[in-house]
């Protein structure tokens, strides 16, 4: 469905979102296949392999502690798009917009999932993002403010 998510993959990023916003990071990791890809920009491009939910959650738990210094309250979809390989595999590209607890915004960033069908449910397989240096650009113009 270009210019948006198809409804399963809306419902599966509303999940998602959500999970974020209760701060749940087994809520969250159940969200993903494993192993997991993850590549991002932080200054230099990595790519790492998580091998399972155990090693995830303490990463997903580092995200929230940085996400409860920046007052992160909720994520907004900007803008989606999805490509459908089949039913079972697709790829979403999302930009998101971070908001605080009083509404401001605080950074957007862009995420490609490749989602792949686990035991019948869509789980995210691999990531490409740039929030690192999104995130460590807020936590610098707070840190400079306070």
């Given at each position: 469905?270009?210019?948006?998510?198809?409804p399963?993959?809306?419902?599966?990023?509303?999940?998602?979102?959500?999970?974020f916003?209760?701060?749940?990071?087994?809520?969250?990791a159940?969200?993903?296949?494993?192993?997991?890809?993850?590549?991002?920009d932080?200054?230099?491009?990595?790519?790492?392999a998580?091998?399972?939910?155990e090693?995830?959650?303490?990463?997903?738990e580092?995200?929230?502690?940085?996400?409860?210094?920046?007052?992160?309250?909720?994520a907004?979809?900007?803008?989606?798009?999805t490509t459908?390989?089949?039913?079972?595999?697709?790829?979403a590209?999302?930009?998101?917009?971070?908001?605080?607890?009083?509404?401001?915004?605080i950074?957007?960033?862009?995420a490609t999932?490749?989602?792949?069908?686990?035991?019948?449910?869509?789980k995210?397989?691999?990531?490409?993002?740039n929030?690192?240096?999104?995130?460590?650009?807020?936590?610098?113009a707070?840190?400079?403010?306070?």
């Amino acid at each position: 469905m270009p210019g948006g998510l198809d409804p399963d993959l809306q419902a599966f990023f509303d999940s998602y979102r959500a999970a974020f916003e209760r701060r749940d990071a087994s809520a969250i990791a159940s969200h993903f296949r494993f192993p997991l890809h993850v590549s991002g920009d932080a200054g230099e491009v990595t790519t790492v392999a998580i091998p399972s939910i155990e090693a995830w959650i303490p990463q997903l738990e580092r995200l929230l502690a940085g996400y409860a210094k920046l007052d992160v309250k909720s994520a907004k979809i900007a803008q989606a798009r999805t490509t459908r390989f089949s039913p079972r595999l697709a790829q979403a590209a999302i930009h998101w917009a971070l908001t605080s607890s009083s509404g401001g915004a605080i950074y957007d960033f862009d995420a490609t999932y490749t989602l792949a069908a686990t035991d019948g449910a869509l789980k995210i397989a691999a990531i490409a993002h740039n929030e690192q240096l999104r995130a460590r650009e807020a936590l610098q113009a707070r840190s400079s403010r306070s």
